[in-house]
């Protein structure tokens, strides 16, 4: 066993030590999924359906029930494939349809479960870096995101991020070949997956290095590693690409188009990287006008707020692992030029830049800290109300 593995075996009752996060962000997700209900209620629309059968949702349903091959072709000639969307969550929505659920229900099980799984993820990551009181804080605060009802949909949000937590946490504690397997299944349920895979690849060259060096300055005492955690580590490596690789190759050979054969896919969807030039237009757009200003000068305001986040985890010195996989989340969700409302939620699965907040609402006193969260718990599932009833997703 390697020092960090040693560190977390000696912790007994995980489970019983993430059970404050774990109830407190069940609270919070009852209390957004109240206030769905209430809104929908009153605007005589079904909350259920807006959480399992609406947008994206009705797609990951479609492939599970389906298959791939189902395409829209607009008027604009824009043409909406099925094959956009990575296949895990209809997997495991199929799976639950053959357990006797309709796949409807299956997605929100999933997701409902997956939920809970993320929330516990990031728990362990924040209490192996900062201790048990901002294990609960980092959770709170992923529960309390403006659009954290999402969490609660039968979206591949949750399912992403319980994966890319859990693989996060295996390679802090050095479980090489854990954290492959979950990057892996992290690729086949979302595009970015590949941050999940870049994080394993960067710790473990990292620590490769660390051990030849460590092995250098020993000299005949040799290494203290164990035996074979090389092997792991190049597995878990090799691992780590697969299910995000392994897809987008599948897409390109079944559309003829070859390797990039997925990009035409999202190009259809109007879904490309251009470095954020469309983004900076359509904030720029916003200031033509001034109601509109004042949304421009919120999207600037929080844009900022990302980029200082992400320069107070490098002045934390978070692990690299986790500063590659936000880092790359960021980028990914602002510098696409997909359908701008989707960003928020694009950003959801960057947990890693909640924990300078959490680390400060750990060191503050409880009924001040607890007074905050409650007061943001409350304007998000007001807000997570207003949104789906309107605009909402995708």
């Not at 919070?28 to 959480?51: C, P």
């Not at 802090?172 to 854990?178: A, D, F, K």
């Not at 299944?185 to 060259?205: D, E, M």
């Amino acid at each position: 066993m390697t020092d960090l593995e040693t560190r977390t075996a000696g912790r007994p009752g995980a489970l019983r030590r993430a059970a404050p996060a774990l109830l407190g962000y069940a609270a919070v997700r009852a209390l957004g999924l109240l206030a769905l209900a209430l809104w929908s209620a009153a605007r005589d629309k079904s909350a259920y359906t807006l959480l399992t059968a609406r947008w994206d949702s009705l797609w990951y349903t479609r492939v599970a029930e389906l298959g791939y091959g189902y395409e829209v072709r607009l008027p604009n000639g824009d043409v909406h494939s099925n094959l956009a969307f990575f296949p895990l969550l209809p997997w495991l929505e199929r799976l639950g349809a053959a357990a006797g659920l309709s796949y409807a229900d299956a997605g929100f099980v999933v997701s409902l479960l997956a939920s809970l799984a993320a929330a516990w993820g990031i728990f362990a990551v924040a209490e192996h870096l900062y201790g048990r009181r901002a294990g609960v804080y980092a959770v709170l605060l992923w529960a309390v995101l403006p659009v954290g009802i999402v969490q609660s949909m039968a979206y591949s949000e949750s399912l992403f991020t319980a994966l890319a937590a859990w693989s996060l946490y295996a390679v802090l504690t050095g479980r090489w070949v854990t954290a492959g397997v979950l990057a892996a299944l992290a690729g086949l349920t979302r595009p970015v997956g590949l941050a999940v895979a870049a994080a394993v690849w960067v710790a473990a060259i990292v620590a490769f290095v660390r051990t030849r060096s460590e092995a250098v300055t020993d000299g005949a005492h040799g290494s203290p590693h164990a035996p074979g955690e090389g092997a792991r580590r190049v597995f878990g490596m090799l691992l780590a690409p697969l299910g995000a690789a392994g897809y987008v190759l599948w897409v390109g050979h079944r559309t003829g188009e070859g390797p990039l054969g997925y990009l035409d896919v999202q190009a259809g969807w109007r879904n490309g990287f251009d470095g954020g030039v469309a983004f900076a237009r359509f904030v720029a757009d916003k200031f033509t006008s001034f109601p509109s200003a004042l949304a421009g000068v919120g999207l600037i305001a929080g844009v900022a707020l990302l980029v200082w986040l992400y320069v107070v985890c490098v002045r934390q010195r978070q692990p690299l692992a986790l500063l590659v996989y936000s880092g790359i989340v960021t980028v990914l969700a602002l510098c696409a030029s997909s359908y701008f409302g989707s960003k928020p939620r694009l950003l959801m699965p960057a947990f890693p830049l909640l924990l300078p907040l959490a680390l400060a609402l750990a060191r503050t006193r409880t009924s001040r800290s607890a007074l905050i969260v409650g007061g943001v718990a409350v304007a998000s599932a007001v807000y997570g109300a207003f949104w789906l009833n309107g605009s909402g997703p995708p």
